[in-house]
């Protein structure tokens, strides 16, 4: 048991790519992207010289509570990675000895958004109920939609709508790795968020296509144009390993939108990856557990359902 080091980056990068639960944005080329915001607080699980799992947190460098120990504050979740499925007893000790290590390190409290079901190969809630038997406290639940690729589903009659519009305004969607494009999509995504939320991507325009060049199997965007113009876009973020393909930015313009342009790549999405993965992540339609249903409907109205994501929180001392 140790933290984790440069020196491990290797083997890091090894298990994350065999693991049961640990999406591509654990691997380092992805973590370390926003490292002037974070300090890494991830620590290494050995037996003898085999690394057999690897425990995913940070803390912020402008954080007020640094004895607080996030599990991950610069990503959507975070907590406890393992390989070929290990026994609840084995994560049970893995998590004692984590714990007392983070206490010796001085963290008082651990707050941890695991891994959501929808990211994850082979999910396992042995975590969770060590969690419970610990007296974790449920701090957190936001609604995430979720398609099962591999089972039929249906487009609503809104949508279906939508998309026929689409086709009348000659609507052509396609991927593309072009900066200009990633410009022209940024540009619509920072206006919508900026004017219904009053806040910017996550993720800088710069950053975003940093990213993608580091992980070009794992981020594309799908644009939707009328003419030579982007009217509409999405993001996504898949991984073949673990079988899910999630939308990180949705965004149309005014026209793109009056003209079913974010529905039309949404369904394109969901015929062409359905060949390669298993499950397709809308995302969450929450802020802080409450529902935005418009969003939610747009969601449902292509067979979504729900699950959620969730934060604990557990005292250490």
């Not at 409290?109 to 007296?135: A, E």
Request: proline residues 4%.
């Amino acid at each position: 048991m140790e933290p984790y080091a440069k020196v491990h980056e290797a083997a890091w990068n090894a298990l994350i790519a065999a693991s049961d639960n640990g999406p591509f944005l654990f691997q380092q080329s992805f973590l370390t992207y926003h490292q002037d915001r974070f300090q890494d607080q991830s620590w290494l699980v050995w037996q003898g010289q085999e690394l057999c799992a690897v425990f995913v947190a940070a803390t912020a460098h402008t954080t007020t509570e640094p004895d607080v120990l996030m599990a991950h504050p610069g990503l959507a979740y975070g907590g406890l990675v393992t390989v070929a499925k290990p026994k609840y007893s084995e994560v049970a000790a893995w998590l004692e000895l984590l714990r007392a290590a983070w206490q010796a390190a001085g963290f008082r409290q651990l707050v941890l958004k695991p891994v959501p079901r929808v990211f994850c190969r082979q999910p396992s809630d042995g975590p969770l109920f060590w969690l419970h038997q610990q007296g974790a406290r449920l701090t957190g639940r936001e609604l995430n939609s979720v398609i099962d690729l591999t089972r039929p589903f249906r487009i609503g009659t809104w949508r279906r709508g939508n998309l026929r519009k689409a086709r009348q305004h000659g609507v052509v969607v396609a991927a593309t790795a072009a900066d200009s494009d990633y410009a022209a999509f940024w540009e619509i995504l920072t206006r919508n968020l900026l004017q219904v939320h009053g806040r910017r991507p996550v993720h800088t325009l710069a950053e975003i296509c940093r990213l993608r060049d580091q992980n070009p199997d794992h981020i594309e965007l799908w644009v939707a144009r009328i003419g030579a113009d982007v009217v509409a876009g999405v993001v996504v973020f898949q991984d073949t390993h673990q079988g899910f393909v999630h939308t990180q930015y949705i965004a149309g313009n005014p026209f793109g939108k009056q003209t079913g342009a974010v529905d039309a790549v949404l369904a394109h999405l969901l015929e062409v990856k359905s060949a390669h993965f298993q499950r397709f992540s809308f995302g969450i339609s929450t802020v802080h557990g409450e529902v935005n249903q418009g969003l939610l409907n747009q969601k449902e109205g292509f067979g979504a359902t729900a699950e959620t994501t969730d934060t604990y929180t557990l005292n250490l001392l």
